[in-house]
């Protein structure tokens, strides 16, 4: 047996899986094939940069799950599952990238030779990682199985986080609200914007004290002035100029555990309208912490924020959060509940949002924004603690 | 119009369109949707950490692309692309990650309402972001259409580079060389893994001179002694030891140019057993450099490598490169040509490949590899300029 340095404990595994196996029952599930990366993870402790090649991990009801990928990442199963060795399966490199021939029709020969191609075979439709040609091939070769879509059905079971995963999320709370300290002290105009990514990622990974920083599944994010009307620009080389506002959207990282922490630093003097949407931006965050208390739903925190931004002539027509946690690029969201009117789900202790009300207006941006945890009793518990405010250095 | 920052000339995009329109005559597609990140960038210069939603870019035979994707998106593509504000499309953000809609509906509205439903659309199956559910709703939306795979279409009219890519190129090995001198310099027993990550990462954003850093395709490979047989671990906490080889799978990056360059570093007496290898793989390295000339094939240069080694009694069992130049996460490739001795590309002036004959055997790993550029004449060159060996600290 390879020898491991297992993230969490097997009481921890278990736990995981059998909230999975019910989960399957109940939606008809014989087979279950998991291809997004954050949930192998979740379920196996697979960890790699590996994903970009077809892999994934088999839930069965009666036996442990199996790790399947490329023969050279079966390596890197052995060294990270927490399963025996005889249940990470490799297939031969001549699949990758081929034009000739597909990985799943290595994955469909194995299900033949296990008896597990027939009856019903949950996939995750809607994941980064499993491609319309997966699907493809997979009905080609699996004749006799009925596909099931469990886009979303392993995400759901890891909503509720569990004491363990929780001691993670606040060692990278400390990592997140260094990176904070670090770029207030060190942006000025005149300093490049690529230096500032460079020592972001360097107080990330570095990280604190024995808290070793992992890599952010979203680059970070960093647009000044009229960029930071587009929320999803990273950086340049140009330097920070007196008179914008720039956001800071970033996440501190342990062990694939996320608590994204976003604030907006102003070099200069802010005028009027950034003002104004900064009082209603704390005030809707403050009532929207208030809101999210156990038993309330994700649309009352949505709710609560918009009727200060409302006031104050801001509509922000998009979502206001997302669940987080465990998550692997392209995205840190976890990819289950979201903060918004439409969304009914009701909120637990042990849920964890980003609750992100970003404004991306026409010739500005502005993020304040909190990772939260739902408690028992009361409004919800901040990770980070830094002042909840637009951030001016004159 | 809104102010760009274009990364290269107007006829440079024209060169591209037109031999992506040439490609869609030759495959029967009428409308090209394309979901590659890459492929977006390449033919729009649309860029932003924005692929975590379903967004692409449509390519007709007849007028300019248009960028279509989340509404909050729609200002990132109207900073980034070269074509007019008309042609960049947003839909609304109920569609994200929702249960009960999909991107792909305000996608199949857009196509019908400009008449492009019908005929042949092109759609990228095997890619990342083109999920089996995203074509499950196109095909249930767009009956009338006829739907032919064209991925790697886009990727095949990237291969041979441009003067303006290889600057970019050239621009990216300076990052790369900076990044192996720095670790080079830092790793000592005792250091911690992610410390130098940290500093990797502090390397390859500050950059060379005005040459500001990008974010890698892959995050930094750094696995030491038994972890190195795993090819895409990337680091932890714990400390650099005496003995043992770790090798460093990094490349620097110029606005989404990549030059990956690794190199093995082992601290104190390497066995007999490495160095055996080391000679056998500078040797496969030297021999397939010098068959990687034009008109050459791709397997020529997997066959020259294999020579040496298999002399040494290693099998590598897995291809030796792939082509590189412009990327998004979760990869580095290019998605086009591989080396290997079943692909049978030949080579042109101005393909640019990792050639990368990573060793993973049983009990340790070794890297030695170079980005290289296919000449007019003569053997390839290579884009980074430091010793083809492993390092010794001893």
């Known amino acids: 047996m390879t ?11 278990q736990r995981r899986l059998t909230k999975t196996r019910i989960a399957m029952e109940k939606a008809g599930i014989d087979t279950l094939f998991v291809t997004d990366p954050s949930n192998q993870n979740w379920l196996t402790a697979y960890d790699g940069w590996s994903f970009y090649v077809h892999q994934g991990v088999l839930v069965f009801p009666d036996e442990d799950p199996i790790w399947w990928g490329r023969r ?3 390596n890197g199963g052995l060294r990270t599952v927490w399963m025996s060795d005889d249940r990470v ?3 031969d490199d001549s699949y990758v990238q081929s034009t000739t021939s597909h990985p799943m029709q290595d994955l469909a020969a194995r299900l033949r030779a296990m008896g597990r191609h027939t009856g019903r075979i949950g996939v995750e439709m809607d994941n980064y990682y499993f491609s319309a040609k997966a699907f493809e091939v997979m009905q080609a070769e699996l004749g006799d199985a009925r596909f099931v879509d469990a886009t979303y059905l392993v995400n759901w079971q890891r909503s509720v986080k569990s004491d363990e995963e929780l001691a993670f999320m606040r060692k990278a709370a400390r990592i997140s609200e260094k990176i904070v300290d670090g770029y207030l002290d060190r942006v000025e105009p005149g300093v490049r914007k690529n230096e500032i990514a460079a020592s972001i990622f360097h107080d990330a990974i570095s990280g604190v004290d024995d808290i070793w920083g992992d890599y952010p599944g979203l680059m970070p994010l960093l647009p000044s002035g ?7 620009l990273t950086w340049d080389g140009r330097e920070f100029q007196h008179g914008e506002a720039t956001f800071f959207e970033i996440s501190g990282v342990y062990r694939r ?10 070099l200069g003097t802010p005028g009027d309208e950034i003002r104004r949407a900064e009082a209603a931006l704390v005030e809707g965050l403050e009532a929207g912490l208030d809101a999210a208390r156990a ?12 009727a200060p931004l409302t006031r104050a002539g801001i509509e922000r027509g998009a979502r206001c959060g997302y669940g987080i946690g465990l998550s692997y690029p392209p ?23 980003h609750f992100m009300p970003g404004l991306w207006m026409d010739d500005w941006g502005l993020e304040i924004t909190e990772s939260i945890l739902i408690t028992e009793n009361g409004p919800a518990q ?10 001016v250095k004159d």
């Open 382 to 391: 901040t990770f980070c603690n830094r002042p909840r405010k637009m951030f």
């Open 89 to 91: 399966l490799g297939y």
């Open 257 to 266: 555990y996320h608590t994204p922490f976003c604030r907006t630093l102003f």
């Open 295 to 306: 038993g309330n739903r994700t649309c009352d925190i949505a709710n609560a924020l918009a």
């Open 331 to 353: 995205d840190w969201g976890e990819h289950h509940a979201s903060l918004r009117a439409e969304d009914q789900t009701v909120l637990e202790p042990g849920m964890t949002f």
């Open 72 to 74: 050279m990442d079966a």
């Open 3 to 13: 020898p491991k340095d297992l993230p969490f404990s097997r009481p921890e595994f």
């Open 226 to 232: 009229k960029d930071a009307s587009a929320p999803h």
